[in-house]
C-alpha cells in the first residue's frame, strides 16, 4: 500500500505545512486519534476554500479530439471476480439494471438501453491518478443530476454513494465491496456524468463496464467504476468504515480535489 504512505506524507507535509506537526513515520498517523482528526479538518478546509474560490460549478478543463491519449491504462479493478458480473458481462450487459435508491421519492430502475435514451454529456478531461500518472480521454453519459432530478431527493439526502461490483482484498470491514461517495454539490455538478462510453465506444470492462462515475474535479480513485447501484443517505455511518469509500476506510481523504 506505498501509494497510501506516499499520499499520507504528502498530506502531512503540504496541506498542514511544514512545522505545523512533527511525525517521524504513517503508523504514528494510524495511532494518534489528534493528529487524524487535524487531517479530516484539513480536508473540509481545502474543499470549502477550492469550493469558495473556484466556485461551485466551476468546470475542469476541457480538451480537444488530438488531444486524446493514445493510451490510457486501466485505474484500480481490471474486472470484477464474481459470477454475477461475469454473466452480466458476457450478456453485454443487457440484464444489468442501475438501482437508485435510499433517500429518495421514487426510487428506480435503469438499464443500460434506458440510460442511453437519455439526453447525453460528452467531455474530454484528464484523468489524474493518485498513483502519478494521467491520461485524457472522451466520455459520454448521462448527467447525474438528471437521474436524481427524475427520482426526487428527500429533504435529508446529503450525499450519493456508489455501490460497485468489484470486490478487493477483504481486509477491514470484512465485505472488500468497493463504494464511493460524493456530496450533492458535485453530484449536481455539470461535469458529473455516469459515463458508459469512453473515446466513442461502449465502456470495456477494464474501464468500469458498464457504468463509471466520472466527477472531474477530483482524483482518480473517486471515479467508481462497475456500478450497480446508487445510495442517498444522510450520513455515512452505516456504511462499512464510515469514511465514504473504499480506499477513505483505508487512510485516503474523502474529498481528493484537483
Not at 500518472?133 to 429533504?155: E, H, M, Q
Not at 468497493?178 to 455539470?190: G, K, V
Amino acid at each position: 500500500m506505498s501509494q497510501l504512505f506516499t499520499r499520507r506524507r504528502f498530506l502531512i507535509g503540504s496541506t498542514l505545512g511544514a512545522g505545523t506537526l512533527a511525525l517521524s513515520g504513517c503508523d504514528l498517523l494510524d495511532q494518534n486519534t489528534d493528529v487524524a482528526t487535524v487531517l479530516r479538518s484539513a480536508e473540509q478546509l481545502t474543499m470549502k476554500a477550492q469550493r469558495l474560490l473556484q466556485g461551485r460549478d466551476a468546470l475542469a478543463r476541457e480538451f480537444a479530439e488530438p488531444d486524446i491519449s493514445p493510451s490510457f491504462r486501466v485505474n484500480g479493478t481490471s474486472a470484477p471476480d464474481s459470477d454475477e458480473y461475469a454473466e452480466l458481462a458476457e450478456r453485454k450487459f443487457a440484464n444489468w439494471k442501475l438501482k437508485i435508491d435510499g433517500l429518495v421519492e421514487r426510487p428506480r430502475e435503469f438499464s443500460l438501453a434506458d440510460l442511453k435514451t437519455l439526453p447525453a454529456r460528452s467531455q474530454i478531461t484528464r484523468h489524474d491518478c493518485v498513483e502519478g500518472w494521467s491520461a485524457i480521454g472522451k466520455w459520454t453519459g448521462v448527467p447525474l443530476k438528471s437521474l436524481l432530478s427524475l427520482t426526487g431527493l428527500k429533504p435529508t439526502a446529503r450525499y450519493a454513494v456508489f455501490h460497485c461490483a468489484d470486490e478487493l482484498e477483504k481486509t477491514l470491514d470484512g465485505s472488500g465491496r468497493y463504494y464511493e461517495s460524493i456530496d450533492l454539490i458535485d453530484a449536481f455538478h455539470p461535469q458529473t456524468i455516469l459515463a458508459y462510453a469512453m473515446n466513442g465506444r461502449d465502456l470495456s470492462v477494464g474501464h468500469g463496464a458498464p457504468l463509471r462515475l466520472r466527477v472531474e474535479r477530483q482524483l482518480g480513485y473517486k471515479q467508481a467504476k462497475y456500478i450497480m447501484r446508487i445510495e442517498l443517505v444522510d450520513s455515512f455511518a452505516g456504511l462499512w468504515g464510515g469514511n465514504g469509500g473504499y480506499w477513505e476506510d483505508r487512510g485516503y481523504e474523502w474529498y481528493a480535489g484537483i
